[in-house]
């Protein structure tokens, strides 16, 4: 466990006892691989992980309500994994039939999430963790919601891009020509 969260947070935080040299896997940073192995061995210090959630509030809080919200459907606490299917795949479907509406509406959601103090997003984060309890399936719609959204705007970047491909000529032959 301690291994893996210190892979988790390899790029965040500091090696030993000189806070100058960052922790990465780039090459020409100066650190050998024996030190890299060392910090992982030792573990993240309490210190280390309060940073990093000070610094990733939301997402911190957005990670633990979907692991929440997938052990409590998972394990029928409140609701079934039935409804939480449901509301995924309901949540994709709006999403991609009214894309630029559901866009407008993430942006707004996460705009206001960002813009709070940090007391106040750790009382929304909580608010999702709640959430996540009694009424997995909300959170589930929208990482549905998300889900649709993203599939909308890569289809459309992948047809923008099939488009702007030049075009080849029908009366070409199959053998190369002088000039392919």
């Avoid at 610094?55 to 029928?76: G, N």
């Avoid at 909308?152 to 891009?161: D, K, M, N, T």
């Amino acid at each position: 466990m301690t291994i893996g969260i210190g892979i988790l947070f390899h790029r965040l935080k500091r090696c030993g006892s000189n806070p100058t040299s960052e922790l990465s896997w780039g090459k020409g940073d100066g650190m050998s691989k024996n030190k890299i192995t060392d910090k992982l061995k030792e573990g993240v210090s309490v210190k280390e992980i309060e940073e990093f959630t000070r610094k990733h509030t939301t997402e911190v809080f957005s990670i633990l309500a979907i692991l929440i919200a997938t052990v409590s459907s998972c394990w029928d606490f409140f609701t079934g994994p039935k409804l939480t299917i449901f509301f995924v795949a309901l949540g994709c479907v709006v999403a991609i039939l009214f894309p630029v509406q559901i866009e407008r509406g993430l942006k707004q959601l996460y705009n206001f999430a960002f813009k709070q103090e940090k007391t106040t997003q750790m009382i929304i984060g909580a608010v999702k963790i709640v959430v996540a309890i009694f009424i997995p399936f909300l959170i589930f719609g929208i990482v549905g919601l998300l889900a649709g959204s993203s599939y909308h705007y890569y289809v459309r970047q992948a047809q923008i891009l099939t488009q702007n491909q030049p075009k080849k000529k029908e009366g070409r032959s199959a053998e190369p020509g002088e000039h392919d």
